[in-house]
């Protein structure tokens, strides 16, 4: 069984930056960050695999999301900039136990997932 815990949630202005941070209690493969707005299904955001060489973004995010890990802390990191109010959301990480190929954007290609952190956008 493997925990996953996020932090780095908070209100913030149109414009402006936040970073959530992922720990895992033990060794996971590729992870992604989802989010759902309230009244909405949850969606994929960003995703990397094990090594860090492949990344994806949703069309939404991309060019201002950035998705990172270090391995040696089990950590997945999201840095997220010139927010808007439409990311409004509660962010959810996960994280697969089993090895694939690529980064995998459906919510039931993953194993784990944290209890959520809330990002509020204010504009």
């Known amino acids: 069984q493997v925990q996953l815990v996020e932090s780095g949630g908070g209100l913030v202005q149109a414009g402006g930056s936040l970073r959530l941070s992922c720990a895992a209690s033990?060794?996971?493969?590729?992870s992604a960050w989802f989010r759902q707005a309230p009244g909405k299904e949850r969606e994929f955001a960003a995703g990397?695999?094990?090594?860090?060489?492949?990344?994806y973004y949703a069309d939404s995010v991309k060019g201002r999301f950035t998705i990172s890990r270090d391995n040696a802390k089990n950590t997945v990191n999201l840095q997220m900039n010139s927010l808007k109010p439409e990311d409004t959301a509660v962010y959810y990480c996960?994280?697969?136990?089993?090895?694939?190929?690529?980064?995998?954007?459906?919510?039931?290609?993953?194993?784990?997932w944290g209890q959520g952190t809330q990002v509020t956008v204010s504009s």
């Open positions: 990397i695999t094990y090594g860090g060489g492949s990344t």
């Open positions: 033990g060794r996971t493969f590729s």
């Open positions: 996960a994280a697969r136990v089993v090895f694939a190929t690529g980064v995998r954007t459906n919510v039931r290609d993953y194993d784990y």
